[in-house]
């Protein structure tokens, strides 16, 4: 049976149309996909074991981390503490999951031993080619992880915990790290970004065979709508995003994890460090895999500016939520945090 999901059927309408919706040019731009794409671009590179060395070491360390947030919103690290060995097991763990047949993974909660709603594919509210993901993915709460080993076996349940485990602490590190630098050392992140509230998120980007002038993508161009995200991608490549005016297209590094800074860190910080447009481009013939971690918030956690004037009006997380959805389901895109501008 076909392990990939049926794109063609699903959408068979939209390959028909050329029309977009009319959203308002003052919320959404519109010329975004038509950027100019320069050549392959290596994100900044941060030694996260320099953090263990003199004072004078820690605190350029730091600083990098803080310039690279501020000028590209998206950076990579090296000595993470996870092994390549790590990873070619969990992208092992991640094929099998994806190679299941198709009506298997869509209904997970009985073969995979995942919460219903797990497995997620293409855009369902999409009405046009340019809102269309080729992709599919399993959002899995950390919690589902912690709890029980979900859909993998005991030994690769542990690795996935572990790993799990690693990117949690790290994003704890490199939020406390952004917060230090704006001059606000508190408790606010332990406090509110929890397992419970956090998630991984894994990618699978099949072959698109279609070629329609770069208007599918296997993700669509887009803002993360956490604190901040970490990545580890494989060596097909396809992540780009917009620096300078531009679409860059990210080098991969089989080495490092890549982090990008979401919305909520964005209207935090007033503005300081930027939530970056990305997006993932189709390949024709290769298959593509990445495994994400989401630094979230509980939902009731108030997004307020850390400095005056704010920039930005106070909202809850499950406020934001809920104006995201809003927006995809009635204009098939996110509009994000220009809904918030004070």
């Known amino acids: 049976m076909d392990a990939d999901p049926p794109f063609h059927k699903a959408y068979e309408n939209l390959f028909d149309i050329k029309t977009t919706k009319n959203i308002p040019q003052d919320l959404l731009n519109k010329n975004d996909n038509k950027l100019f794409i320069v050549e392959e671009c290596e ?19 730091k600083a990098e981390i803080v310039r690279a947030s501020k000028e590209w919103g998206f950076f990579q690290v090296v000595n993470h503490e996870i092994s390549n060995e790590i990873w070619e097991k969990i992208r092992f763990e991640q094929q099998r999951m994806f190679k299941q047949p198709f009506d298997k993974k869509i209904k997970e909660d009985k073969y995979l031993k995942l919460s219903a709603g797990s497995y997620r594919w293409g855009t369902p509210s999409a009405t046009n080619l340019s809102q269309l993901s080729w992709s599919e993915a399993f959002h899995i709460p950390l919690v589902d992880i912690y709890r029980s080993s979900g859909g993998f076996d005991s030994t690769l349940g542990t690795i996935v915990q572990h790993f799990a485990m690693t990117v949690s602490n790290l994003a704890q590190k490199l939020a406390e790290i952004l917060a230090e630098k704006m001059g606000h050392e508190s408790t606010f992140f332990q406090e509110n970004c929890l397992p419970s509230t956090c998630y991984l998120r894994m990618n699978h980007y099949p072959p698109c065979p279609i070629d329609l002038d770069d208007q599918v993508f296997g993700l669509t161009p887009h803002t993360d709508s956490d604190f901040l995200t970490i990545l580890h991608q494989d060596q097909v490549g396809g992540l780009q995003l917009v620096k300078d005016g531009k679409w860059i297209a990210v080098k991969p590094n089989p080495e490092a994890l890549i982090i990008n800074i979401g919305d909520l860190f964005q209207a935090w ?16 013939v290769v298959e593509r895999f990445s495994t994400a971690y989401f630094f979230c918030p509980a939902y009731d956690t108030v997004i307020q500016s850390c400095c005056e004037p704010a920039i930005y009006k106070e909202f ?27």
């Open 316 to 342: 809850s997380f499950r406020e934001y939520r809920q104006q995201v959805q809003a927006d995809v389901q009635k204009l098939g895109s996110k509009i994000g945090l220009a809904r918030f501008l004070v």
């Open 269 to 284: 910080s007033n503005g300081t460090y930027v939530s970056v447009k990305h997006r993932v481009v189709t390949n024709p």
């Open 43 to 61: 994100l900044p590179i941060i030694d996260l074991s320099r953090l263990n060395l003199s004072e004078l070491e820690k605190e350029k360390c």
